[in-house]
């Protein structure tokens, strides 16, 4: 296939350091005095602290999937227009760097790819082929991350609508089908609303929509005492 055109049709171009397929880290003072290190550090955080990302990566261990901070995400230079991706070709999350500026938003990046990362896991999606996998974890992704939480959508005016959750959920996922693959619109709310209902109530691993940061810590609490309840019979 050719290789501009791969890069058109999977929003690869959204990701021109995926473009070297060398992956290298940098040099020392790259690490050292830009935003790499910033990404690097902010990452650590994030996996050792939100109870979003800790109930994903143990989940994803326990589906026989461990993610390796070195291996398995790798902080770049994006495009504007985005913040993090999945590269389900080299099973990476990409973070983006010059894009993410604050704790919370690198939390919620690092979600929202787990989620995608999860599902890599534990079934065979077709990421390039089937745009209704796609749409799929898309659904879940915005709808389990947090991005659609009443704080968030407050910060961007948008709020009171009815089953303002639902609608934030299918529009993030219609756009961030837009920003990687080369359909239109209406196809893309097409296939969104074929799949909606199904992966809108697909809540693993957390068992529900953690509408808050309480409400992760009590899913992640839950998932770690899954097994305390038949250990003891």
Known sequence: MDQTKEEGEYGYDLFPERNKRNYNKGSIAESLFTFNHKCQVMLQFAMETSPYAK???????????????????SCEDCDGTVSGGFDAASSQIV???????????????VTHELIHAFDHCRAHVDWF?????????????????????????????????????????????????????????????KIVDEVFDTCFNDHAPFGRIPHSKKDAKFAYRDYENRDRYYANL
């Open 129 to 189: 082929n089937n745009f209704r996998h796609l749409a799929c974890s898309e659904i879940r992704a915005a709808n389990l991350s947090g991005d659609c939480s009443f704080n968030n959508e407050v910060s961007r005016f948008n709020f009171g609508l009815k089953q303002h959750h639902q609608e934030c959920v299918r529009g993030r996922a219609i756009r961030s089908i837009l920003a990687v693959r080369k359909i239109n619109r209406e196809e893309a709310e």
């Open 95 to 109: 973070l983006c760097q010059n894009n993410i500026h604050q704790q919370s938003h690198m939390n919620r990046v």
């Open 55 to 73: 109930l994903l990566l143990s989940a994803m261990k326990s589906s026989g999937c461990k993610v390796f901070k070195d291996r398995h995400f």
